[in-house]
């Protein structure tokens, strides 16, 4: 079970439902002050409501950047497991430098002169 186990995070699922009924409630609030003849009110709730989002889009970017890291995790810990498959594959064949061709930084500087 996902719930049981932090696998699925249902906070973000509650802050959505959250800002959907704090966003209904400030238009239908600013709605009625317009017919009601509170002009003013009805443009600071229409602020309100846009200063709303910007404050759910803060929380749930948190939410978003651990599904990012999680991912990128699972991912380099892929390539980590297939790198170590390769050096499993190669250890016994290749041992030193010059097995591959590969001459020590010294000695080519040498050659150079």
Do not use: W
Not at 42 to 57: C, K, M
């Amino acid at each position: 079970m996902k719930l049981l186990s932090f696998e699925e995070m249902i906070t973000p699922k509650i802050l959505t439902s959250l800002y959907s009924l704090t966003t209904l409630l400030g238009i239908v609030f600013a709605v009625i002050g317009l017919f009601t003849g509170f002009l003013k009110s009805s443009i600071i709730l229409i602020i309100a409501v846009v200063f709303n989002r910007v404050f759910f889009e803060f929380i749930i970017v948190t939410f978003k950047n651990n599904e990012y890291l999680k991912d990128n995790n699972d991912y380099l810990k892929r390539i980590a497991e297939a790198l170590e498959g390769c050096e499993k594959n190669h250890a016994g064949s290749i041992n030193t430098r010059e097995d591959i061709g590969v001459s020590p930084l010294s000695e080519r500087s040498q050659d150079k002169q």
